[in-house]
Protein backbone atom coordinates (compact mmCIF):
# COMPACT_ATOMS: atom_id res chain seq x y z
CA UNK A 1 0.00 0.00 0.00
CA UNK A 2 3.04 2.26 0.76
CA UNK A 3 4.10 1.62 -2.89
CA UNK A 4 0.55 2.79 -4.09
CA UNK A 5 0.27 5.85 -2.02
CA UNK A 6 4.00 7.18 -2.80
CA UNK A 7 3.68 6.64 -6.77
CA UNK A 8 0.07 7.74 -6.98
CA UNK A 9 1.33 11.11 -5.27
CA UNK A 10 4.34 12.17 -7.48
CA UNK A 11 1.86 11.05 -10.68
CA UNK A 12 -0.13 13.72 -9.02
CA UNK A 13 2.58 16.13 -8.60
CA UNK A 14 4.27 15.06 -12.36
CA UNK A 15 0.79 15.55 -14.28
CA UNK A 16 -0.30 18.60 -12.40
CA UNK A 17 3.31 20.26 -12.99
CA UNK A 18 3.18 19.06 -17.00
CA UNK A 19 -0.37 20.96 -17.42
CA UNK A 20 0.55 24.81 -17.29
CA UNK A 21 3.71 23.82 -19.26
CA UNK A 22 2.34 21.87 -21.71
CA UNK A 23 -1.01 24.44 -22.28
CA UNK A 24 1.32 27.47 -22.18
CA UNK A 25 3.42 25.26 -24.78
CA UNK A 26 0.73 24.48 -27.38
CA UNK A 27 -1.04 27.95 -27.14
CA UNK A 28 2.35 29.42 -28.11
CA UNK A 29 3.02 31.12 -24.78
CA UNK A 30 6.19 31.38 -22.71
CA UNK A 31 6.24 29.71 -19.30
CA UNK A 32 9.10 29.86 -17.26
CA UNK A 33 10.33 26.38 -17.57
CA UNK A 34 14.28 25.40 -16.18
CA UNK A 35 15.10 24.27 -19.64
CA UNK A 36 14.20 27.34 -21.28
CA UNK A 37 10.90 29.44 -21.44
CA UNK A 38 9.82 28.68 -25.16
CA UNK A 39 6.74 27.09 -26.32
CA UNK A 40 8.20 24.39 -27.88
CA UNK A 41 10.52 23.43 -24.53
CA UNK A 42 7.33 24.08 -22.54
CA UNK A 43 5.13 22.00 -24.67
CA UNK A 44 7.90 19.02 -24.96
CA UNK A 45 8.23 19.33 -21.35
CA UNK A 46 4.60 19.19 -20.19
CA UNK A 47 3.88 15.54 -22.32
CA UNK A 48 7.38 14.39 -20.73
CA UNK A 49 5.87 14.92 -17.10
CA UNK A 50 2.56 13.05 -18.77
CA UNK A 51 5.22 10.02 -19.74
CA UNK A 52 6.59 10.05 -16.23
CA UNK A 53 3.31 10.21 -14.62
CA UNK A 54 1.42 7.45 -16.52
CA UNK A 55 5.21 5.13 -16.24
CA UNK A 56 4.68 5.89 -11.92
CA UNK A 57 0.24 4.71 -12.50
CA UNK A 58 1.74 1.41 -13.46
CA UNK A 59 3.99 -0.30 -11.03
CA UNK A 60 1.59 1.85 -8.29
CA UNK A 61 -1.14 -1.16 -8.45
CA UNK A 62 -3.66 1.05 -8.04
CA UNK A 63 -6.39 -1.85 -8.09
CA UNK A 64 -5.25 -3.46 -5.20
CA UNK A 65 -5.67 0.14 -3.06
CA UNK A 66 -8.38 2.35 -5.00
CA UNK A 67 -8.79 4.77 -2.10
CA UNK A 68 -5.99 5.25 -0.67
CA UNK A 69 -4.35 6.09 -4.44
CA UNK A 70 -6.90 7.75 -5.48
CA UNK A 71 -6.53 10.25 -2.09
CA UNK A 72 -2.57 10.50 -2.40
CA UNK A 73 -2.62 11.10 -6.24
CA UNK A 74 -5.48 14.08 -5.19
CA UNK A 75 -2.79 15.27 -2.53
CA UNK A 76 0.39 15.02 -5.23
CA UNK A 77 -2.43 16.93 -7.70
CA UNK A 78 -3.30 19.75 -4.75
CA UNK A 79 0.10 20.13 -3.82
CA UNK A 80 1.39 21.26 -7.71
CA UNK A 81 -1.43 23.35 -8.19
CA UNK A 82 -0.87 25.86 -5.27
CA UNK A 83 2.72 25.91 -6.23
CA UNK A 84 2.01 26.75 -9.50
CA UNK A 85 -0.93 29.24 -8.21
CA UNK A 86 1.35 30.71 -6.18
CA UNK A 87 3.62 31.67 -8.87
CA UNK A 88 5.99 28.92 -8.22
CA UNK A 89 7.30 28.69 -11.29
CA UNK A 90 8.33 32.03 -11.88
CA UNK A 91 9.77 32.05 -8.41
CA UNK A 92 12.01 28.90 -9.57
CA UNK A 93 13.18 30.92 -12.43
CA UNK A 94 14.24 33.68 -10.47
CA UNK A 95 16.21 31.74 -7.63
CA UNK A 96 18.26 29.83 -10.45
CA UNK A 97 18.79 33.13 -12.58
CA UNK A 98 16.77 32.56 -15.72
CA UNK A 99 15.23 34.75 -17.99
CA UNK A 100 11.55 35.20 -17.43
CA UNK A 101 9.46 34.81 -19.99
CA UNK A 102 7.69 37.64 -22.08
CA UNK A 103 4.29 39.16 -21.11
Excluded at 14 to 20: A, K, L, V, Y
Excluded at 74 to 87: C, I, P, Y
Amino acid sequence: MIQAILLTFLAGLMTFNGMPHFVQGISAREYPNLTGNSPIRNAVGGLVAFVIAGALIVPAHVAAHPWPAAIAGLLGAAVMTVFHAGGGAFRLNRRFGKPMPKA
